[in-house]
């Protein structure tokens, strides 16, 4: 059976190539009565149009390249899901790719989607480095949206998370339920995100009249096996905490094992709290659904022609669940 063709489809429907074209595109100028008959006769015929053919015609690859930093953590797993989501429902595909944190490789796969001529690019850039190739990209006018970290000095719009406010309303909550002796396990400091949580907890904590002690603050990697361990550090000069601040899911889930493995129970003797909204533990959602979809809609309005440098903070919800309760005792630990 010979492969059918857009001249196929508009002979069998008596109207132009044009006309099957715009309709498969979902353009406005093209009836809704007319676009349900193509798209019945495509299905029926089992017609596949040819992109590469499209992008030649038409300039567009209808293609999105996506970089992330890494790929491991839920917080941009989640990102790329809503991101993928939302230009699948515009008749966009997108590619990821990670830099790992190195901003040569930011700028080979940036310069690679360029090459393949994507229409426009969405990054979350590395912690260092990332600001001069950037530059580059707004004084070619390219279409990008930076996701996650913003960078000072450069005229693009931004989709990020309030981290300080989920921080923030995560240590008022537990400051809410009687706790006094709270602690923070988060990433290094070096990571923005990192700063902005640490400065909602201890802002929390200024209001509420309470101390901030340093050694209650433990930064690290974010991963569980390196949660265990500053659990461990933390049990040894800290053993009379009530709850505990958890920077990410991985965090949280090392945080529980050990606690369980010195027989300390959550939340009856320790409160916990994380970030990620993932299971068990009370959290805060960090709306990764949401940016990944503002950061497509405002590339989309981009590559349409309209000129941004927004920076939009989407707000975060605290989850509750049973990994926290009021504070009604202190309990003496050995570490």
Same mark, same amino acid.
């Given at each position: 059976?010979?492969?059918?063709?857009? =001249?196929?489809?508009?002979?069998?429907?008596?109207?132009?190539?044009?006309?099957?074209? +715009?309709? %498969?595109?979902?353009?406005?100028? &093209?009836?809704?009565?007319?676009?349900?008959? &193509?798209?019945? %006769? &495509? /299905? !029926? $015929?089992?017609?596949?149009?040819?992109?590469?053919?499209?992008? @030649?015609?038409?300039?567009?690859?209808?293609?999105?390249? *996506?970089?992330?930093?890494?790929?491991?953590?839920?917080? @941009?797993?989640?990102?790329?899901?809503?991101?993928? #989501? !939302?230009?699948?429902?515009?008749?966009?595909?997108?590619?990821?790719?990670?830099? =790992?944190?190195?901003?040569?490789?930011?700028?080979?796969?940036?310069?690679?989607?360029?090459?393949?001529?994507?229409?426009?690019?969405?990054?979350?850039?590395?912690? +260092?480095?990332?600001?001069?190739?950037?530059?580059? $990209?707004?004084?070619?006018?390219?279409?990008?949206?930076?996701?996650?970290?913003?960078?000072?000095?450069?005229?693009?719009?931004?989709?990020?998370?309030?981290?300080?406010?989920? /921080?923030?309303? /995560?240590?008022?909550?537990?400051?809410?339920?009687?706790?006094?002796?709270?602690?923070? %396990?988060?990433?290094?400091?070096?990571?923005?995100?990192?700063?902005?949580?640490?400065?909602?907890?201890?802002?929390?904590?200024?209001?509420?009249?309470?101390? &901030? +002690?340093? #050694?209650?603050?433990?930064?690290?990697?974010?991963?569980?096996?390196?949660?265990?361990?500053? $659990?461990?550090?933390?049990?040894?000069?800290?053993?009379?905490?009530?709850?505990?601040?958890?920077?990410?899911?991985?965090?949280?889930?090392? *945080?529980?094992?050990?606690?369980?493995?010195?027989?300390?129970?959550?939340?009856?003797?320790?409160? %916990?709290?994380?970030?990620? #909204?993932?299971?068990? @533990?009370?959290?805060?959602?960090?709306?990764? !659904?949401?940016?990944?979809?503002?950061?497509?809609?405002?590339?989309?309005?981009?590559?349409?022609?309209?000129?941004?440098?927004?920076?939009?903070?989407?707000?975060? !919800?605290?989850?509750?669940?049973?990994?926290?309760?009021? #504070?009604?005792?202190?309990?003496?630990?050995?570490?």
């Amino acid at each position: 059976m010979s492969k059918i063709s857009i =001249d196929d489809v508009a002979e069998r429907l008596g109207v132009a190539k044009s006309t099957i074209s +715009k309709a %498969l595109n979902d353009r406005p100028d &093209v009836s809704k009565k007319t676009k349900g008959k &193509v798209r019945k %006769l &495509v /299905a !029926e $015929l089992g017609y596949k149009p040819d992109r590469l053919a499209q992008a @030649f015609s038409s300039g567009k690859t209808r293609l999105i390249g *996506v970089v992330i930093p890494v790929m491991k953590y839920g917080f @941009f797993v989640n990102i790329a899901r809503s991101v993928t #989501n !939302e230009a699948k429902k515009n008749g966009y595909r997108a590619i990821f790719d990670s830099s =790992d944190e190195i901003a040569k490789h930011e700028v080979e796969i940036v310069n690679d989607y360029i090459e393949r001529g994507i229409d426009g690019l969405i990054i979350a850039p590395c912690i +260092k480095g990332s600001s001069p190739s950037l530059k580059k $990209l707004v004084k070619k006018e390219y279409p990008f949206v930076v996701i996650d970290r913003y960078i000072n000095g450069i005229r693009a719009p931004f989709v990020g998370t309030d981290f300080e406010g989920g /921080a923030y309303k /995560a240590t008022k909550y537990l400051i809410n339920l009687g706790h006094r002796k709270i602690a923070y %396990l988060g990433g290094h400091s070096f990571i923005p995100a990192s700063r902005e949580r640490i400065n909602g907890f201890k802002r929390a904590l200024a209001e509420a009249g309470i101390n &901030v +002690k340093e #050694n209650l603050i433990i930064q690290g990697e974010y991963d569980s096996e390196d949660a265990k361990k500053n $659990l461990r550090i933390l049990m040894k000069t800290a053993n009379d905490i009530t709850a505990i601040v958890c920077a990410n899911p991985d965090i949280s889930t090392g *945080v529980y094992e050990e606690l369980i493995k010195k027989e300390i129970k959550v939340p009856a003797d320790i409160s %916990l709290i994380d970030f990620g #909204n993932t299971g068990f @533990f009370t959290s805060v959602d960090q709306k990764t !659904e949401e940016i990944g979809r503002i950061a497509v809609r405002t590339l989309f309005d981009i590559m349409k022609g309209e000129k941004s440098s927004e920076k939009i903070i989407v707000d975060t !919800e605290l989850i509750v669940r049973d990994s926290t309760e009021p #504070n009604g005792k202190n309990i003496n630990r050995a570490s």
